[in-house]
């Protein structure tokens, strides 16, 4: 079949599913007119919050002249490709975001484990301490970091009157070790609450086959329950990496560690004002996004635990 054909036949295949959805004769042409309307107010969403703005920033990355968007050049783009300072943010973001999602993951299958295995006094109080960090903005979670950890911070200043060492030396907010912590105090309970919705679908009486087989409890998380949270393992961390990647308020305030949200703010700031190369590298980001999340799900899937 030719181009030409192949064209010729989705479009008749496109007008066919037009004319069955708007003047449906079978239960099932029904039902797919139903399922079209419901996703409407999503297209209609994807575009004017998605697509348009993608559009937008395709022009802009190619645009002679930023001010009035006219014009075309690949100014923008040599520059990304040449400059050495873009690829090293482009790797600070990555190697940091992704030992941030690491450490997160790991406690939030600790947390969701312990949440889901033991009946805890208050669990209701520790779920919503766990998940409080979700409804926090990043300048919050930064300022937060500042009155734990900076000079005057209640943990540096507890230390200091226990080891003697200057509260000034132990200031670490604003250091890459304050960032960090900022990070995965914002990330855990994303991988907490997507890690417990798989704990609940745990096969217990797999478990408590293999105890009493006489596996200890590593043994059978490891054997049992680990093969089967994995696709939540991996849900989890598809979550906190994207989340991890697009968090802005909390290394605009501490500063201490170039990642790319921060690059993008600099080059649209006044002085600097490149907004084709900020257009840029958005597109990189989005590009890199859509497909580190494709090669993740082919890890969210469900394994088949035999004893």
Known sequence: MSVRESTAASVR???VFAATTARPTTERERERRRIAIMCLPFFALATVAGFVPLAMLVRMSVAADVIWIEGWSL???RTLLTEPTYRRVAWNTVWFVG???????VLGVAVAHVLEKYDLPFERVVVAAVSFPIALPGIIVAILVIAMLGRQGLVTNAIAAVTG???IDLASATAITGLFLGYVYSLVPRATMVLRGTYAEVNTQAEEA???LGASRWETFYRVTLPEI????????????RSGLAIFGTVLLLQS???ITLQIQREISVGTYRPDVAAAIGLVYVVFIVAFTFVGLRFVRTDTVTL
Not at 99 to 105: C, E, G, M, N
Not at 231 to 241: M, Q, R
């Open 13 to 15: 295949r496109v007008a």
């Open 75 to 77: 100014d923008a783009w």
């Open 165 to 167: 060492t200057s509260a």
């Open 99 to 105: 030992l941030a999602t690491v450490v997160s993951v």
């Open 230 to 241: 994995r696709p939540g393992i991996a849900a989890a961390t598809i979550l906190t990496f």
């Open 210 to 212: 293999a105890r009493s």
């Open 257 to 259: 560690h170039y990642v």
